[in-house]
């Protein structure tokens, strides 16, 4: 560990040792500078000023949201781990909500006013933990609200090797695919999961390449992650929804739609719907296909639909659960990467699995928007590749090598799929929304937490601690 992380790295590894207040003191010199963008946002509407005036503070309320959101991403940037904290805040927040809600819901049922039985229903559904009641509350309002109106999952086979020819579905657009050909390397898989970002299609794109026959036989499965944050649903499923319900481990639509592309590559090499839990895939994704990724191998394989061997995750936020203990998983994280932190967990390892860190140097723009860059994650893994040819020891090497052993050798053959994915956008509806809470599934997969985890530590007081040495 270097000097440049000696400040910073507690923050990642302990944030419960780090008091609330440490983030408000970070973030605390940003109120007057937002302050004044809102005023002058404010004012840009108001009737009483001129329209030449509104203009100059339209474009000036423009201007200091940019240097704004600049000066964020700095100090995040900057300071790795107060990500971290800034979601445990959250979570702390929505702890105290969800203990307001049990309270009422116990006071309903001890007042007997709870006639059609639903507090009695809810009140064990009602998470304990601040993370899972912070992610649910968003689930919840955002599905009551009608913002989350996601349906049925749809794929469609865009590009067969065998073919050559794309095909869309009506009204889709023809995504511009570039790399269609099969990997030879880790690190071309993660160009390929770069590749599909900008393609173009209406839904998400799911990449299925064969490898061998027979009993050689193994897939490899590419999944892009978020393709935009608009709290309303899209036919694109990687939105927020997905990421809400992928950190709450519960089906999201995307999962839904990456098991459907699979399973029809795997019909059209011709292999019995009865073998395809026996399958060996490796399953390799950026940000929130990692966190599918990192699902299904959590899954036995009868369940997953699949046998997931291998995992290579980058930038996912895939820390709070448990792998099967026969998975061969690489996570990668880069430090300043906010996102892999979302899950508001320690940057501990749960598992078996190797996680590699790469340290950035923050560019003069964008910088979060870089460390997140499904570019920079495709050049740390082929650092990584060139890493583990040279220093053979060791069982980060091991994982590598287990990971390329998926990739065709000379002379195998291969059949390669695009897949695209979407859903169907539900109307909204006048009726009660709250029951969507009450059937959401409870996860099967092994979750990582403990209490340890979620309760920060009290200020240390140093001057008692010295005290007590002093008279021990």
């Known amino acids: 560990m270097g000097r440049s992380e000696d400040r910073w790295y507690p923050l990642k590894r302990v944030p419960q040792s780090y008091p609330p207040t440490y983030v408000r003191m970070k973030l605390v010199p940003m109120i007057p500078a937002i302050a004044l963008a809102a005023g002058a946002d404010l004012l840009s509407d108001a009737r009483f000023v001129p329209k030449d005036a509104q203009k100059v503070l339209r474009v000036a309320s423009e201007r200091m949201g940019s240097e704004i959101l600049e000066r964020f991403q700095r100090i995040f940037f900057d300071e790795p781990g107060l990500d971290t904290l800034l979601v445990r805040a959250g979570a702390a927040a929505a702890r105290r909500v969800a203990d307001a809600g049990r309270l009422y819901l116990k006071a ?43 349906g049925a999952v749809h794929t469609a086979v865009i590009l067969d090797s065998d073919d050559g020819t794309p095909t869309v579905p009506p009204g889709h657009p023809t995504p511009q695919l570039r790399r269609t050909q099969p990997p030879s390397s880790l690190g071309d898989i993660a160009a390929d999961i770069d590749d599909m970002y900008y393609c173009g299609s209406m839904g998400q794109m799911v990449k299925v390449v064969r490898v061998g026959e027979g009993d050689a036989r193994r897939w490899i499965v590419a999944i892009p992650g978020t393709m935009h944050l608009d ?5 694109n499923p990687a939105d927020t929804e997905s990421n809400i319900r992928e950190v709450l481990f519960l089906p999201s639509a995307v999962r839904i739609g990456a098991v459907k592309a699979v399973h029809e590559a795997m019909r059209r090499s011709g292999v019995d719907q009865d073998d395809w839990p026996a399958e060996r895939v490796l399953i390799c994704g950026h940000s929130q296909g990692g966190m599918v990724a990192a699902a299904l191998a959590s899954m036995d394989p009868d369940e997953a639909g699949m046998r997931v061997s291998g995992v290579m995750t980058m930038g996912s936020p895939c820390r709070r659960i448990k792998i099967r203990p026969d998975v061969t998983m690489v996570s990668i994280a880069h430090d300043q990467d906010v996102i892999p932190a979302l899950d508001g967990t320690p940057a501990l390892t749960p598992d078996q699995r190797v996680t590699i860190h790469r340290n950035l140097v923050r560019p003069r723009q964008s910088p979060l928007y870089y460390a997140h860059s499904s570019t920079i994650y495709t050049d740390t893994v082929r650092l990584l590749e060139r890493r583990a040819s040279v220093v053979r020891h060791g069982y980060p090497s091991e994982c590598v090598d287990r ?10 053959s291969v059949h390669t799929t695009f897949h695209e994915v979407w859903q169907d956008v539900l109307e909204t509806v006048e009726e009660p929304t709250w029951d969507q809470y009450v059937v959401l599934d409870a996860p099967e997969s092994d979750l990582v937490g403990s209490d340890w985890q979620w309760q920060p530590n009290p200020l240390i007081d140093f001057s008692a601690l010295r005290r007590t040495h002093a008279q021990a």
């Open 231 to 235: 709290p309303t649903s899209t036919p």
């Open 108 to 150: 309903r049922i001890a007042t007997h006013t709870d006639c059609d039985g639903r507090a009695r229903a809810m009140l064990p559904l009602v998470p304990r933990r601040g993370y899972e009641a912070l992610m649910v509350i968003a689930l919840t309002v955002g599905t009551a609200t009608g913002y989350f109106r996601g």
């Open 403 to 412: 990971l390329q052993e998926f990739l065709p050798r000379e002379g195998e």
